[in-house]
């Protein structure tokens, strides 16, 4: 499935769908031809169907991320609590956003940091082990009278 993304100059965008590559080609050739720049800033084709993932050889503009659909280096606007692409308006909450630029979270997009565990004191450590020992011998208990 295929998107041409007119964007107009008005700050509005049309959408439409195309179910091959030639029939979208074929409309963006005309768009492009019948009002070129009186109406609209630009036009993009973008493949909905197939995401794409960055080639490690390009380094990673300023400001910018990963559109796995438009197949670019883009700049993200902020909606609301999300972050929408320029041009085709994915979120940076799709999978396919979050797995091309490696983000798990939301938060300004940083990289996800693990937060460390509080260390047990050794009499902590001593209580944790009992409770748990207690935890297995009633299971135990359990499964010893289910059995019977």
Not at 59 to 83: E, H, L, M, V
Not at 90 to 109: I, P, W
Not at 126 to 138: G, L, M, N
Request: proline share 5%; aromatic share 10%.
């Amino acid at each position: 499935m295929y998107r041409v993304i007119i964007r107009l100059t008005n700050g509005k965008a049309i959408h439409c769908r195309f179910p091959n590559l030639i029939s979208a080609t074929v409309m963006k050739r005309a768009v492009d031809e019948l009002v070129s720049g009186v109406l609209y800033l630009d036009s993009h084709i973008v493949n909905v169907s197939q995401p794409t993932m960055p080639d490690d050889s390009v380094a990673r503009p300023p400001n910018s991320w990963w559109c796995p659909f438009c197949g670019r280096y883009r700049r993200y606007f902020d909606y609301g609590s999300y972050k929408l692409c320029e041009v085709c308006w994915v979120s940076n909450e799709e999978y396919h956003f979050k797995r091309a630029n490696g983000v798990q979270d939301r938060q300004d997009m940083k990289p996800f940091r693990l937060r460390r565990r509080r260390q047990l004191t050794p009499a902590e450590r001593v209580e944790a082990d009992r409770v748990e020992d207690k935890r297995q011998r009633r299971k135990a208990r359990k499964t010893r009278r289910a059995i019977q």
